[in-house]
């Protein structure tokens, strides 16, 4: 049986996404107090991400709540955990909080290419 590129990134997604690394963009938002799709409030200094809607899952929380995930961007990497979902990101896309943005760029760049996978 042959897998296309396609049936691979179903089935990691299926699978739960276990040692699959994904390339996307990241951007930030301002979310200061507010409560993320994952029931915790969000902080801009907090080290954390909202997941793009289409690996972010459903139900209430989604279950990639709280899970860490690994980003890397240009050499710099850091752990950040899943407390959001992001409706308008794209594929494997994330949205940092302004303390994790920062960990790799100023706010000034807007937006960045990651590479991220689940720890």
Do not use: R
């Not at 930030?28 to 899952?57: R, V």
């Amino acid at each position: 049986m042959q897998f296309t590129k396609t049936s691979l990134a179903a089935l990691s997604l299926i699978f739960g996404m276990a040692n699959a690394s994904f390339s996307g963009d990241a951007t930030f938002f301002d979310f200061n107090g507010g409560i993320g799709a994952c029931g915790q409030s969000i902080n801009n200094g907090d080290h954390s991400a909202a997941l793009n809607a289409a690996q972010y899952g459903s139900g209430f929380p989604g279950p990639e709540c709280f899970k860490n995930i690994n980003v890397t961007y240009q050499g710099t990497s850091a752990i950040l955990a899943i407390v959001d979902e992001c409706i308008t990101c794209g594929t494997n896309g994330l949205d940092l909080t302004q303390g994790a943005f920062t960990l790799f760029a100023p706010l000034s760049a807007g937006i960045i290419p990651v590479t991220w996978d689940f720890v």
